[in-house]
């Protein structure tokens, strides 16, 4: 069939592009604080960016010749992303397990939202933050709790020595410090 005949909305639905997609069978834990940036991010979309972006098509779609209109065309398409992105944080929000790692604050043991020193067997140290699947920014030192280090790591306490398996063999992980944040006062 020729390209001109398949629909611009073909690859549209794939919401899995815009973020990581769930394992199977996992929870999707994220943080107070996770939930409310993703919530608030939802909430600019539906209250600010949606009507602004439904304004200039209908704007643009009253100027006539639509074919040609790159204010339409374009306005049409970022609509569609702004869908596409509101149905994914919709779903992500819906299914999202809030759990608060202020509560294992002074303890040595890492859980879910503990920031871990470690120390590998070739002595380099890291310091990482475990957090949610649409939350962790690898960039920013934080790994979602499903990544290979976060689950060798959890339930390991300071002075414990973890197998982490790579592709190069088995390395060893000596966990240095554990912190979680202080809760938040309301």
């Known amino acids: ?111 879910f939202g503990a920031t871990v020193t470690y120390v590998d067997d070739e002595d380099v140290q890291r310091t990482i933050t475990i957090l949610g699947i649409d939350e962790a920014q690898t960039r920013q030192g934080q790994v979602s709790w499903v990544a290979p280090v976060a689950r060798a790591l959890l339930k390991a306490r300071v002075g414990d020595e973890v197998p982490l398996p790579t592709p190069a063999g088995v390395r060893m992980l000596e966990v240095l410090a554990v912190e979680y944040p202080q809760a938040h006062k309301k």
């Open 1 to 111: 069939m020729s390209k001109a005949f398949t629909k611009e909305t073909d690859h549209d639905d794939d919401d899995d592009d815009v973020m990581p997609s769930m394992p199977t069978g996992v929870k999707n834990y994220i943080t107070p604080q996770g939930y409310a940036r993703l919530r608030g991010e939802l909430m600019q979309l539906i209250d600010d960016e949606r009507p602004r972006t439904v304004e200039t098509v209908h704007w643009a779609a009253s100027n006539g010749d639509r074919s040609e209109n790159g204010d339409y065309l374009y306005g049409k398409k970022r609509l569609r992303e702004i869908d596409r992105r509101i149905r994914f944080l919709t779903k992500r929000l819906e299914m999202a397990e809030v759990v608060d790692p202020s509560v294992h604050a002074g303890s040595d043991q890492v859980f």
